[in-house]
């Protein structure tokens, strides 16, 4: 396969200021003309090239007059047209059958609508087009479809036409007047109905605003439209962003490879990050709706408005809008839960991808296929670049740095550095050797070492700094990592402020003044770099800082380190004593100041993959076992804590206000350690929340506890629920979801049994992950000692991937982590990923993911 390289980059051959298309939509075959208006891009004797993917040309015309096949030529599916002029209009015609497209990338059918996905390279699969973002064109677009099938034709831009016609049939025209790169089109037809509202700008003026989705899915889209209006007056707020156009839609289907797509002015969403009501959803799905909603509609700014010259560019969109959807949610509801939720997701999936074969730089430089690089690091570790820039920055100068690059940029296609570029002009800083983040692969650690000397009163913080090697990139320079910190005074329980230091050398020594005795060190408060912190901090200190660290992060990190360090010690056979971990919890649970929500972040056990990273091998059933252990003591010892904690946390009717989501996470908290506690109750008292809940929030948790047990009540709630939601997709893929994530001494056979259940198919990406990627995700299950796990997924990337190359690929990164295992489990891994690319017809996607994963 070949290797797209960064340091290839060259500007266009050909613009295409305008494009015409005219779809004739049908399911089986739709018919494609497109009209483009080329222009010659420098001097050069290039002939045109577009990009096709599967398409066979009908018709070629150059400025009206057609060609025979002798006179273009077909290379890897594009077409190449010589030219002779400085400017042409290219006319193609192709046919294309959106019902077999179950790749789900370009034109495809789900649930009897039409609709598209285009990013990253899929408008190559409708029509012939140099697909490449760096080629922005103003679309004019034209769908004819059939009334019936398809009432609601939508496309990006503005309407500015419909009409009916013969044989029940219909058109509708758009405009688009801003010009995009074709990764951003988007077209949808189908029987939708459409929750409709409006805002009012910042300048006064009015947009429409349309949720269109299936008529029964109606009553749960309201969640999702306050958040686009939040979103909307968020970003005039903060960003000082308007929208653009008259219209801002969003369609839902229930087939998506991806979360959402921020196609300009008609944004295309999994129906899972859109419908949300209290029976169907938990709160972390209604959180979830919410940040996609944001991030997509973030996008029309940081993406659309200014776009990505190539994509190795990608995290100059995805990276900022992330970091933008992040600080949204902060505001809209509580900032450090929201900043440890979103550090427990970095650490789970970025971190373990530092740490593996799939390492890449923020700004990768080479890649196969771009659909694999749409990562944790590309979007997460991205975010917490930004996040330290604008730390280093502070409030005003950041946002000077982005008005400047939205105003320096607007219209354009640029880069990464052009980001870097603007935040160095508009705020006044120098990151020339910041730009290692995006360059680097690898998490950094910091080994953080504290003296104190009781003559002068000085305390000495040493950092120094190692960065990994990763695949490519065996040597790496110290990097510039803003790290803030605090000194605790063990008396008072007080710090002297708060201060930010910037370690920029491999070792770094900073003096502090002014300590009679030995102070305590709270280190990276607020997560403010994306690194991990070696400290020696004994387990008094840091039950010190759980009880006393004033930033809300630092205080859950301190709890979760003294977590860690007992069940570590348990796993190796050092076993510590778990008095300081209950009594941190019983007070932490205690703390009426507290929050519940972050209550419940606090005393919640670090997960088996988190304590699996802490190891040099991970031992999959031993940290089943310690963590299990120590669920228990925490259960028995506190007993009546949980219990208490659970009978009064239970709501008189649901709300979404903070207090009643805090007392929901809670009380969750408190049943799983009831369970985990042995409590000859527990199961009964989880079935009871399961049967009385009016939300799913508490029903879902109470399932997961039931999955976990080898009672009776088990399988009665997985039939109830079943057969309660048998209509409702999304809540059937939690179904498969909360088996897939139970610890049951079964598991792997339930596993099994499910991929054969008569609701389970590899045609809906959601169900696919539901199933497969949850298993993937249980540590303890996926590394069955039998390698049964392995081989599992193995058949099912081999099964999928012929049908959908995509959500295959997004399977292989669990195999490739055999380097973090003992050997037989290594070996296992190693033949699964060897008996994937056996496989003849393979595609790129998983070709890239499996050999890079065995290298
Ligand atoms: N920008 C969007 C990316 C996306 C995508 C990528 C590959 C395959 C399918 C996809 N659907 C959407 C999503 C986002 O970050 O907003
Ligand atoms: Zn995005």
């Known amino acids: 396969p070949v290797i797209i390289r960064r340091s290839d980059y060259r500007a266009p051959d050909w613009l295409v200021p305008e494009i015409a298309l005219d779809f004739t939509l049908d399911a089986q075959s739709s018919r494609v003309r497109a009209r483009l208006s080329v222009t010659r891009n420098g001097a050069h004797d290039r002939p045109l090239r577009l990009d096709g993917d599967g398409l066979v040309p009908r018709e070629v015309l150059v400025d009206g007059r057609a060609l025979n096949a002798a006179d273009y030529a077909l290379e890897d599916g594009a077409l190449v047209v010589p030219l002779t002029g400085e400017k042409?209009?290219?006319?193609?015609?192709?046919d294309i059958s959106p019902a077999a497209n179950t790749q789900l990338m370009g034109l495809y059918a789900s649930g009897g609508l039409l609709c598209t996905q285009c990013e990253a390279e899929g408008f190559r699969r409708i029509t012939f087009f140099p697909d490449r973002p760096d080629v922005l064109s103003r679309y004019h677009v034209r769908m004819e479809a059939d009334r019936k099938l398809y009432p609601v034709l939508l496309a990006n831009g503005d309407p500015v036409g419909a009409g009916e016609l013969e044989g029940d049939r219909h058109w509708a025209e758009w405009n688009d007047p801003f010009p995009k790169p074709c990764y951003l089109f988007a077209m949808v037809a189908g029987d939708l109905a459409c929750n409709a509202d409006s805002f009012t700008t910042l300048s006064g003026r009015e947009v429409k605003l349309g949720i269109w989705v299936k008529e029964n899915d109606l009553p749960r889209t309201g969640h999702a439209m306050t958040a686009l209006k939040h979103?909307?007056?968020?970003?005039?707020?903060?960003?000082?962003?308007?929208?653009?156009?008259?219209?801002?839609?969003?369609v839902a289907v229930a087939d998506f490879n991806f979360g959402a797509m921020e196609n300009k002015g008609l944004n295309i969403f999994n129906s899972r990050y859109i419908l949300a009501d209290p029976d169907t959803a938990t709160d972390m799905d209604f959180d979830a709706v919410e940040g996609v909603v944001a991030h997509e509609y973030f996008h029309n700014w940081s993406g659309n408005r200014v776009t990505c010259r190539d994509w190795f560019q990608l995290s100059l969109?995805?990276?900022?809008?992330?970091f933008r959807d992040q600080s949204f949610s902060a505001d809209m509801g509580s900032p450090p839960v929201k900043r440890i939720e979103d550090v427990r997701a970095l650490r789970a999936a970025q971190f373990q991808e530092d740490a593996g074969p799939l390492a890449h730089p923020v700004r990768p430089e080479s890649y196969m296929e771009i659909g694999n690089f749409y990562t944790a690091t590309i979007y997460n570790k991205g975010a917490e670049l930004i996040r330290m820039m604008a730390l280093m920055l502070g409030e005003k100068r950041f946002r000077q740095g982005t008005d400047l690059y939205f105003d320096r940029h607007d219209g354009q296609a640029a880069t990464c550095e052009d980001f870097v570029r603007a935040m160095e002009d508009g705020g006044d800083i120098d990151l020339r050797q910041f730009r290692l983040w995006y360059e680097q692969a690898g998490t950094p650690r910091v080994k953080a070492l504290l003296a104190h000397n009781h003559a002068s009163g000085e305390a000495r913080l040493i950092l120094r700094q190692t960065i990994p090697a990763t695949p490519g990139q065996p040597v790496k320079q110290p990097m510039a990592i803003p790290i803030r910190i605090a000194l605790f005074d063990r008396a008072s329980?007080?710090?002297?402020?708060?201060?930010?230091?910037t370690l920029t050398q491999?070792?770094?020594?900073?003096?502090?003044t002014g300590f009679d005795t030995p102070p305590i060190l709270s280190i990276n408060r607020g997560f403010s770099a994306p690194i991990i912190v070696e400290t020696e901090r004994s387990q008094d200190e840091l039950a010190f800082l759980s009880a006393h660290d004033d930033d809300?992060?630092?205080?859950?990190?301190?709890?979760?380190?003294?977590?860690?360090?007992?069940?570590?010690?348990?796993?190796?056979?050092?076993?510590?004593?778990?008095?300081?971990?209950?009594?941190?919890?019983?007070?932490?649970?205690?703390?009426?100041?507290?929050?519940?929500a972050f209550i419940a972040e606090a005393i919640r056990l670090p997960s088996e993959s988190y304590l699996g990273d802490q190891m040099a091998i991970v031992d999959p059933d031993a940290i089943h076992a310690a963590r299990d252990r120590l669920q228990a003591k925490i259960g028995k010892?506190?007993?009546?804590?949980?219990?208490?904690?659970?009978?009064?946390?239970?709501?008189?009717?649901?709300?979404?206000?903070?207090q009643a989501r805090g007392a929901r996470k809670l009380?969750?908290?408190?049943?799983?350690?009831?369970?985990?506690?042995?409590a000859a109750d527990a199961d009964d008292l989880a079935f009871d929340q399961f049967d009385r809940a009016d939300n799913m929030t508490e029903r879902q948790a109470a399932l997961a506890v039931l999955s976990n047990s080898s009672g009776e009540k088990r399988e009665i709630a997985l039939d109830v629920f079943y057969n309660r939601y048998s209509g409702d997709a999304l809540v059937l893929d939690k179904w498969f979801q909360t088996q897939a994530l139970a610890f049951h001494p079964d598991i792997v056979a339930h596993v099994k049994e499910l991929a054969q259940h008569k609701s389970f198919t590899l045609t809906n990406p959601n169900r696919v992950r539901s199933l497969y990627g949850a298993f993937a995700a249980n540590q303890w299950a996926f590394n069955h000692k039998s390698g049964e796990g392995y081989r599992m997924v193995a058949d099912l990337i081999i099964a999928l991937d012929p049908i959908n190359p995509q959500t295959a690929a997004r399977l292989v990164p669990p195999l490739g982590r055999w380097r973090r295992f003992d050997v037989e489990r290594g070996e296992m891994m190693q033949n699964a990923l060897k008996r994937i690319l056996a496989q003849p017809g393979l595609s790129k996607d998983v070709t890239e993911q499996a050999s890079k994963s065995l290298a």
């Open 231 to 250: 979103s909307m007056a968020w970003d005039e707020k903060v960003y000082g962003r308007e929208y653009d156009l008259d219209v801002f839609n969003i």
């Open 506 to 512: 491999a070792e770094q020594e900073f003096a502090f």
């Open 317 to 322: 969109k995805e990276g900022f809008t992330v």
């Open 552 to 596: 809300p992060f630092a205080r859950y990190e301190a709890m979760q380190q003294l977590m860690v360090n007992t069940l570590v010690g348990d796993v190796a056979g050092h076993p510590l004593d778990d008095a300081p971990v209950i009594a941190a919890i019983r007070d932490t649970a205690n703390d009426s100041a507290l929050d519940a």
């Open 667 to 678: 009380r969750n908290a408190a049943l799983a350690y009831l369970a985990g506690s042995g």
């Open 493 to 501: 329980g007080k710090h002297g402020g708060d201060t930010l230091l």
């Open 88 to 94: 042409h209009v290219v006319e193609t015609l192709v």
């Open 637 to 658: 010892a506190l007993e009546p804590l949980w219990r208490d904690i659970h009978a009064r946390t239970e709501a008189n009717g649901f709300s979404l206000s903070p």
